[in-house]
Structures are given as C-alpha cells and as structure tokens.
C-alpha cells in the first residue's frame, strides 16, 4: 500500500470516528487524523521538514503538516520522550522500555544509531548545550527518578540528580535559554500528593551546585504536573497542573506570574514563537471547551475548541499533546479515549 493510499484511508476513517466540535470559537478544522499507535507520549514539530513525529507505544509516527500519515518508525520500545536537533535533522527518542535513545535521521527516514545508557528507563528527554538531558524511571521502582545527561560526542552518560519522585511518571524536562540568564533546565517530579518543581543552571554543560537568583531553586507545586514548556522569550514556564487554569511562572525566581483559566483537569501546553498559547484541559463534559488560546499576556482567552465526542467515549485532549507549526498558522493536538488508548490527531487552524 502507498503512502499517499493509507493516508487518505486513515484520514476518512478519522472523519468518520470524530464527532463535530460542539463549539469553535475563532478555531477552523483542517481535518482530523487517527494514529498507527496503540498509546500516546509525545510530539515533536520539524519546520524545517514540515514534519510531525507522534509517539506511543513502540512506534513513532510521521505526519505531514496536512495531518496524513507518511511513515512511521517501529521498534521504538517503551517510547516515551522526543527531542529534535535545532536544523530538524535528527531526532532523538527516548526507549523507557529498552534502556536507550534512538537516533532518527529525518531526512534519510530510518533510525541511524542507538546510545545504550545501561539500566537507566529514560522518559523525558531534551538537548541542552551539546548533550541530551534525560529523566530516567524504571517500571519495577517508580518510586523515584533521576535527570541523566548523554554526552553525545562521547557517550558517556552522568547522572547529575536523583530521588526525584517519579510515583504518577517519569519527571518532565524543560529548557530555558535567555540572554543574561544562561541556559536553565527545568524538571517536574510528580508524586502522589503533588509535584516538585526543580530548576538546575546547565549553563557550562554541568547543573551548578549554587542557586542564584531572587527566589528558591525548588518548589511544592500543587496536582500533578501534565505538561510544561518554556515561552518564546525563555522567561517564563506555563504549566499544566491544578484544577480550572494554567499557571505562568518566572524561570528566574520560580514565582507566578499569572494564571490563566482553562477548566478542570489541565492536561496540555503549546508555546507558540509569537507569544501566543494553546492550553488544553481535560473536561469532564462531553460539551465544555477543552482547548483555550491565549496571548501571553492576556487575562482572556482569544479562542476556544471543543473536541466534542465519540460515538462510545470522550474524546480527551493528551497530556504533551499539543503543538505548533514552525510559522505559528496550525495547531497540532493529540486526543484519546478516555483510558489513553486510540490516539487522534486533529489540525487546526487558529483564525482570531
């Protein structure tokens, strides 16, 4: 079967499976795709390529910037972070279930080397000032977790912070640059009864074992943490937690800095270049907004969407599963039923 063959069959069948929206405020639908995976973890958008890599499962996914499956890449055991280099060339993923990272060759289409990081799980993964950072939790202890860091001139992997707490999954990485400010990674441990929120100066390649800056180095975050991501300025982290909003808070001093009401259950963030936000949560009505555009700065949102739902569950907007193209025109989100399974992809176009 041709490429150009399955993916207009997985495209009619994804019209077929979604219900129309209930509501769309200020949001076009430029169609709605079902993934090749069994799961959902995370997303990766290539302007350079004009590519959008899905994984789940053990598989990850390509998709144009139309929304139609174009190949995908199996044996990815455990998949469960991504990360891209900064020319699209390479993308990285993390095998919790094979105790590696992947390396894809964008351009070639076919994975191209493998950095075996002995019995570390890695989960989330992000590049950060030549090496590739990573959380790592095993599904035998995800009592705690640690952030490692792969050299990849070398290979050797350090770990550099442990007894994370790793009970409701792996820990999120996020990465802050910013002139002045040097180059931060960010790490959201998620426990039982909440989250801690921790940020490590990486600036010369190893976390400073000083804190400088106004205010803590760590802090109680409350819920657990769905998603974060930096926003384009660096400046600031949105994060997905809590109940009825979005939070916006300081890299510098781990302060908030506003919030922004979404609704129950936030489960997504999608940082645009130009400052504006898409911010997902998961409603438990079938029939209230579950994705929200706002600009940085603003107090209400610009837009709003709902999924709607499927003929036998909701249709629940992923956590990690959202994202934007390279010129900021389409909005890529992820849903599921509502036990994770039978991943979608919808594209959309925000128009106000």
């Known amino acids: ?69 174009r190949r995908t890449f199996d044996g990815q055991t455990g998949v469960s972070g991504l990360a891209l280099s900064t020319d699209g060339s390479l993308l990285y993923a993390g095998l919790n279930g094979a105790h590696t990272i992947s390396v894809i060759d964008t351009k070639k289409g076919r994975e191209v080397k493998r950095y075996d990081v002995g019995a570390a799980c890695p989960g989330d993964v992000a590049l950060a000032v030549g090496k590739l950072w990573f959380s790592s939790a095993c599904a035998m202890d995800f009592s705690s977790a640690s952030v490692r860091a792969l050299d990849l001139t070398t290979g050797v992997v350090t770990t550099h912070a442990t007894g ?33 929120l921790r940020k490590y100066d990486i600036t010369t390649g190893e976390p400073d074992p000083m804190c400088w800056g106004p205010g803590p180095c760590q802090i109680a975050v409350p819920n657990i943490v769905q998603d974060i991501a930096v926003t384009a300025d660096g400046a600031n982290l949105v994060i997905a937690t809590g109940a009825q909003y979005h939070t916006l808070m300081s890299v510098f001093g781990l302060s908030v800095v506003r919030t922004y009401p979404t609704g129950p259950y936030p489960t997504s963030v999608g940082v645009a270049t130009n400052g504006q936000l898409a911010l997902g949560s998961g409603s438990p009505s079938g029939y209230d907004n579950d994705l929200y555009g706002y600009d940085e700065t603003g107090d ?34 992820v849903v599921t039923d509502n036990d994770g399974s039978d991943p979608v992809l919808h594209t959309l176009v925000p128009t106000v």
């Not at 640059?177 to 441990?189: F, H, K, N, Q, Y």
């Not at 610009?302 to 909005?331: C, I, K, V």
């Open 1 to 69: 079967m041709t490429g150009s063959v399955l993916a207009s069959m997985l495209t009619t069948a994804g019209i077929l499976a979604a219900a129309t929206p209930a509501s769309a405020a200020g949001v076009v639908s430029g169609g709605v795709t079902p993934l090749p995976l069994t799961s959902y973890a995370d997303m990766q958008v290539n302007g350079a390529r004009n590519e959008v890599y899905l994984a789940g499962g053990d598989r990850i996914a390509v998709v144009d910037q139309a929304g139609s499956v």
């Open 300 to 333: 209400q949102p610009t837009w709003t969407y709902d999924f709607g739902m499927r003929e036998t569950a909701y249709n629940d907007l992923a956590p990690r599963g959202l994202g934007w193209s390279a010129d900021d025109t389409r909005l890529y989100a």
């Open 164 to 196: 994370l707490p790793a009970v409701q999954g792996v820990p999120l990485l996020a990465v802050a640059e910013r002139e002045g400010w040097g180059v931060t990674l960010l790490v959201a441990g998620r426990d039982l009864s909440g989250s801690q």
